[in-house]
C-alpha cells in the first residue's frame, strides 16, 4: 500500500475515532494492515500517524484554499472556489473535520494545537484578506473571515449530528454571498 493511501484511510480513521478512540488496533483493521506494519511505516507509532494526516490537511489548506485565496483572481472566484474545495474535500459535509475531532479532545490539544491553531489563523487571515480587496475595514473583513470558518465548522458539526448534510450543503452555496453583503 502507498504511503498516500495509507495516510489517507488514517484522516479517515482519527476523523471517526479522535486520536483517543483510534487505537492502535483500530487504525490496523482500518487500514487492514498489521500493527507491526503501521509501525514500519510509522516507527513513531499512533502520534506520527496522527500528525502524517493533520499534514495532509494542512497541505490540502495550503494547496486547495489558501494559494487560490491569495491568487490575482475576482474575490468572488477566490471565494467561490475555497467553498467549492472545501464542499469537495468534507464530501459534501459528510466527513468531519479533523482539526475539529484534534481540538476537541484534551490528549491531543497538547500535541496538535500550535499546528490546529495556526491553519485556522491563516485560513482567517486569507479570508480577510480577500474581504478587505473589496473594501471591507479589516476589523469587519477579519470579523466576518471568523464568522465563514464558524459557519463551515459548525455546518460540519451539525451535519453530523443530524446525520443530514443539508445545513452543510446550504452553508456552502451561500456563503460568498453572505461575505460579501453590506
Known amino acids: 500500500m502507498s504511503r498516500e493511501k495509507l495516510v489517507s484511510q488514517l484522516i479517515d480513521a482519527f476523523r471517526l475515532y479522535g486520536y483517543d478512540g ?3 488496533s483500530c487504525l490496523a483493521k482500518v487500514t487492514g494492515l498489521g500493527k507491526t506494519n503501521l509501525y514500519h511505516y510509522f516507527p513513531g507509532g499512533k502520534e506520527e500517524m496522527a500528525k502524517a494526516a493533520l499534514e495532509r490537511v494542512n497541505t490540502w489548506l495550503e494547496t486547495c484554499i489558501l494559494q487560490p485565496l491569495r491568487s490575482k483572481a475576482a474575490p468572488i472566484d477566490k471565494l467561490q472556489a475555497m467553498c467549492d474545495q472545501v ?3 468534507f464530501n459534501e459535509g459528510q466527513n468531519s473535520c479533523l482539526w475539529a475531532v484534534l ?5 491531543s490539544n497538547d500535541l496538535f494545537h500550535s499546528q490546529i491553531k495556526l491553519a485556522l489563523s ?3 487571515d486569507a479570508i480577510a484578506a480577500v474581504l478587505e480587496e473589496v473594501g471591507l475595514e479589516s476589523q469587519l473583513a477579519r470579523r466576518r473571515a471568523e464568522d465563514a470558518v464558524l459557519r463551515i ?3 460540519l458539526v451539525l451535519a453530523r449530528g443530524l446525520d443530514d448534510t ?3 450543503q446550504r452553508t456552502m452555496q451561500t456563503l460568498t454571498t453572505d461575505l460579501f453583503r453590506n
Open 22 to 24: 483510534a487505537s492502535l
Open 87 to 89: 464542499s469537495k474535500f
Open 103 to 107: 481540538a476537541l479532545e484534551r490528549s
Open 122 to 124: 491563516q485560513w482567517i
Open 153 to 155: 465548522q459548525g455546518a
Open 166 to 168: 443539508t445545513p452543510f
